[in-house]
């Protein structure tokens, strides 16, 4: 990589994780906002809510206009936007306007998530973009680590609202990178048209290509499984695994390591194997370590540290899975990249929100509904690498005709 390059790549991991990180440093602040605006955490958290429908709605609109417009112009106003919405959620007279402003904040900073991939996919050969998804993993792999303990700290120090004026800083130095550090990619396209039908006759384009299917569903899936540890290890680790605040925070951090871990030994791993060959042989290993959580939690013959070696090994297996899933679906793409983009980035959102509500849904005190759906998931995303190898071949050549 040249210098050039690994600036891009440094700026387009800050995009990427800029949605993510809105979300995980205010997380601590949840107490403190309620008692600030007098309302329950419930309420509090329906501005979480409005959040991930931002992201999903978001990154729908911005595919298309990230071809129409090329890739600055979009990211410069999403990032904006952002800002300016940053700084509205530090000022809020109630909850209401949280919830509102958090929509806001989700619509501008989702800008990144889509144009990032949109510009690996503009400006590196079609072989070398898993490689590139790895080292956005390390960027954006950061984020959960650091953002709930800034968060913690700067809550406790200065209260919650200077959490959305750190935020409003991150997302002007991310701007100011876009404006001035990150070339365009890809220009403007005057033959793509923004009208409805249009817009609906490019997304049904994108989606009538079985690679991208097979390879997104395959993603989302594994993905959807970290949502359910997400939601229901809270309860897990510190209400049956009996843990502290401080070893959940551990341990979670850890578990983001193996994620971080697993990703950039994929480089590695591709010197020898194709992407799709990793994808699934990561597949098979996540599958294992899924039906061994849930059964071994179900049956009481797994305590507690093979439950966290489990859990790691699932975040590991992950972190090669997302890479080149990501690579192999867009790899078909070259002048709607962004469309491809948006839709896979709307399915992982979705998927991730179905896997969330499930634990949520069926909580009865016990650890099974995080292992079910953790397991449920690998079942559904190795099923789909094996039942449609065939599209993997039809990947690779892609890859190698890039």
Request: aromatic share 12%.
């Amino acid at each position: 990589m040249t210098r050039k390059q690994n600036i891009i790549i440094l700026i387009l991991g800050a995009l990427a994780a800029l949605g993510p990180f809105a979300i995980d440093m205010y997380l601590p602040g949840f107490p403190a906002i309620a008692k600030d605006l007098k309302t329950d955490i419930s309420h509090v958290a329906l501005s979480l809510t409005s959040y991930f429908i931002g992201i999903s709605v978001g990154q729908l609109i911005y595919g298309p206009l990230v071809d129409r417009f090329g890739r600055k112009k979009p990211l410069i106003f999403g990032l904006s936007l952002f800002v300016l919405a940053s700084i509205g959620c530090a000022f809020v007279p109630s909850v209401e306007w949280l919830i509102g402003l958090r929509l806001l904040l989700a619509l501008g900073g989702c800008v990144g998530m889509v144009a990032s991939r949109a510009v690996v996919r503009d400006v590196f050969p079609v072989s070398d973009i898993p490689k590139v998804f790895s080292m956005l993993m390390l960027v954006m792999g950061v984020a959960p680590i650091v953002a709930p303990t800034i968060g913690g700290f700067v809550t406790a120090s200065l209260g919650w609202r200077y959490i959305f004026a750190v935020l409003t800083g991150i997302g002007f130095l991310v701007l100011m990178a876009v404006a001035f550090l990150l070339p365009e990619s890809k220009g403007p396209d005057k033959t793509l048209s923004l009208k409805p039908k249009r817009v609906l006759g490019d997304f049904i384009l994108v989606l009538k290509e079985p690679v991208f299917i097979v390879y997104v569903l395959a993603a989302s899936t594994a993905q959807a499984g970290m949502f359910a540890y997400i939601t229901g290890s809270p309860f897990v680790f510190m209400n049956i695994f009996g843990l502290s605040e401080t070893q959940y925070g551990w341990v979670f951090g850890s578990n983001a390591f193996g994620f971080i871990l697993g990703s950039q030994l994929n480089r590695l791993a591709l010197r020898r194997r194709t992407s799709a060959q990793v994808t699934l042989r990561a597949g098979i290993v996540q599958f294992v370590a899924g039906m061994l959580l849930l059964l071994g939690n179900y049956f009481g013959f797994l305590g507690a540290t093979g439950s966290l070696f489990l859990i790691f090994s699932y975040m590991f297996c992950l972190g090669f899975i997302g890479p080149n899933a990501t690579a192999l679906a867009l790899a078909p793409f070259a002048r709607n990249a962004g469309s491809a983009s948006a839709i896979m980035g709307s399915i992982q959102m979705a998927t991730g929100a179905l896997a969330s509500a499930l634990v949520s849904t069926f909580h009865n005190n016990t650890s099974t509904p995080m292992m079910a759906v953790m397991a449920g998931a690998t079942v559904i995303s190795l099923s789909l690498l094996l039942g449609f190898r065939k599209y993997a071949t039809r990947a690779m050549m892609v890859e190698a005709g890039s």
